[in-house]
């Protein structure tokens, strides 16, 4: 049984007065023994203030990038060591942003990805076709792709710690979610692919988050299909309610 998780890509928003403020509203409205895990992922310089504002909360920390060695002459740059310091938990790699904005390749995916499971947090690890690619029938293709290079050299053994964010480009921040049938068929796709990548049982256990235009509305649509674990939220992750409405709608 797979258990389902939310992850809130800050991306590049909040101070650390609004953060902690919004830590705050949502740790007074998660009580109790919780059947989800509730993950967020702010800039690098709020890390260290709201590990602090998480401590005994069901809320745990992610990054949205981070650097494959561990320390060195790398300007501007974050470790999986650093992260871990800060008690950071997850880590989102390979984002379409990164991938588009930055010309992150899968090869610097895959090693980002190494490193993080050698220091124990878990890679969010970001795959999806674009609008084009997808018009060319070009979808299970890059899907592939991306898994494959990300993921080489992962071992079984560790591939349960993964999680895969399926995030169609064209779906981000569009307010054009995919339908949850297409997003379910491609988890299917993905799931596949991590069956032959690890083995078939080890990729029953891997969780895969649909991203792309989530909202409280349409959250209950894609948690309804059976591959999909959970949500990686972008926009609306900024505010406590919509945030926590999808967590909860999500998980009923
Ligand atoms: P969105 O972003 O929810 O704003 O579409 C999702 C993401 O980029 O992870």
């Avoid at 256990?205 to 972008?234: C, E, H, T, W």
Wanted: glycine share 8%.
């Amino acid at each position: 049984m797979r258990r389902s998780i939310f992850i809130g890509n800050w991306k590049m928003n909040h101070t650390v007065g609004s953060a902690i403020r919004l830590v705050t509203e949502l740790r007074t409205k998660l009580s109790g023994k919780l059947e989800m895990d509730i993950v967020i992922a702010p800039p690098f310089t709020l890390l260290h203030p709201l590990e602090i504002a998480v401590l005994d909360s069901p809320i745990e920390l992610g990054a949205q990038n981070v650097h494959w060695e561990d320390r060195g002459a790398f300007t501007g740059e974050v470790s999986s060591a650093m992260l871990a310091d800060v008690s950071c938990k997850y880590c989102i790699v390979g984002h379409s942003e990164r991938r588009t904005l930055f010309n992150e390749s899968d090869q610097f995916v895959n090693k980002k990805i190494l490193n993080l499971l050698d220091h124990g947090i878990k890679p969010v690890l970001c795959v999806g076709e674009t609008q084009s690619e997808r018009k060319n029938g070009q979808t299970t293709e890059v899907l592939q792709r991306q898994l494959q290079l990300g993921l080489r050299s992962v071992n079984a053994l560790q591939s349960t710690e993964l999680v895969i964010a399926y995030e169609p480009v064209w779906a981000i921040g569009t307010q054009t979610p995919a339908s949850p049938a297409m997003a379910q068929e491609a988890h299917v796709y993905i799931r596949e692919q991590l069956g032959n990548i690890f083995r078939k049982d080890v990729a029953q256990d891997i969780r895969i988050v649909y991203g792309g235009s989530v909202n409280p509305s349409n959250i209950a649509g894609f948690m309804d299909q059976k591959d999909i674990d959970g949500a990686l939220i972008g926009g609306a992750s900024l505010e406590s309610d919509s945030f926590l409405k999808i967590v909860f709608s999500g998980s009923e």
